[in-house]
């Protein structure tokens, strides 16, 4: 039976969608910091850059973000975000529809005309009869209202083994088939992720081409639920560089059903696989490792390692300046922190202090 079941703390919901033991996607959802991905948008047209095939244009925020198309300077324009800031690059937009594209004459400035669906949302409509099994009434404010009915309430919606699971997501490394290991290494340009064989003599009777071929359809598995983008490039494990082109159509099979519409390109000249991912929403290592993913983590981790507030002190979190900021702006996390700990968290801005490092004091 397949069910979605969230997992939620202070500002940050877990989504796994389980087919009985198997975990076959994730997502992670911020109600108070959304990504953006699929938001209308009223923007003005700052510069046309033709070269690039599109224009620089201001938000309603101040922030900028690039358009797609032919425009003219100083114009307003109706656009939706098609690419959230990732990988060092702001959002990325196309008109939202033409010839509406061209904004009223009433219209005074940039704003934001309607939020984008969320995370759960877009996993709700792809798995439209699932339960949505929750084990906190205080995620139930969130959820959006078409939503609600299909809510189904647990004594615990993720346990230990299937967190332990959604964690293993958040690290480089994976654990495919056959003892086949997966290493993810994102850089600006591209992904790559190498897979290595280092037991192949326990394997008995099972082949190293065989090997591959049988850990790609989990490989597509873990790209779509780290929501890995843009251009990657798989390095085989253990195979000759003239047999690995063969192992090409194998991995386009396992990526057949991606939302996200992957294509595998080919064998490069040096026996890597290259596949290409459309962009969307954030990759799950760049949610994890911002300064407001460091922050909800350290929400979470207090509330597990700490009982309810009691004392008469006041409860502080020591962090650096980034990491304050972005919690600052989420009040959804920090009024969720204080439902949850009984007390109202005071921030502390430590200049000298790492994002990744932190301080609390109860």
Known sequence: MTECRIAWSPGEA?????????????????????????????????????????????????????LTGTHQEGTLVRARVTRSPQNGKGLRLKPAGDPHSIA???????????????????????????????????????????????????PRAIDDVLAAECAELMTPEAMLAHGIRATFTPTPA?????????EPDRRGHVDTFTANRDSFVPLAREIRMRNLSGALFVDPAG?????????????????????????????????????????????????????????????????????????GRTPRLAASLAVCHALEKDPCALDAFALAFGARLMLDMEPGFPDRYWRFTP
């Open 14 to 66: 877990w989504i796994a969608i389980c087919d009985g033991d198997l975990l076959i996607d994730f997502a992670l959802w911020r109600p108070g910091s959304p990504d953006g991905f699929g938001d209308r948008h009223l923007v003005r047209v700052r510069s046309c850059m033709p070269a690039l095939g599109g224009a620089f244009v201001t938000l309603g925020d101040g922030t900028d973000g690039f």
């Open 190 to 198: 591209l992904i790559a992720i190498d897979l290595d064989d280092p």
């Open 104 to 154: 009223d004459s009433g219209d005074s400035g940039p704003r934001l005309l309607a939020p984008g669906p969320s995370p759960l949302e877009e996993i709700a409509t792809r798995f439209p009869d699932v339960p949505l099994c929750h084990d906190n009434p205080a995620l139930i404010p969130h959820i959006p209202t078409p939503l609600r009915s299909r809510l189904k309430r647990v």
């Open 239 to 311: 195979i000759p560089q003239r047999k690995r082109a063969a192992l090409v159509p194998f991995l386009g099979k396992a990526l057949a059903s991606d939302p996200m519409q992957a294509r595998i390109l080919g064998a490069t000249s040096l026996g890597l696989l290259e596949l290409v991912r459309t962009r969307g929403r954030p990759p799950l290592h760049e949610l994890v490792r911002s300064p407001i993913g460091i922050g909800l983590a350290a929400l979470r981790q207090i509330l597990n390692g700490h009982e309810r507030h009691r004392s």
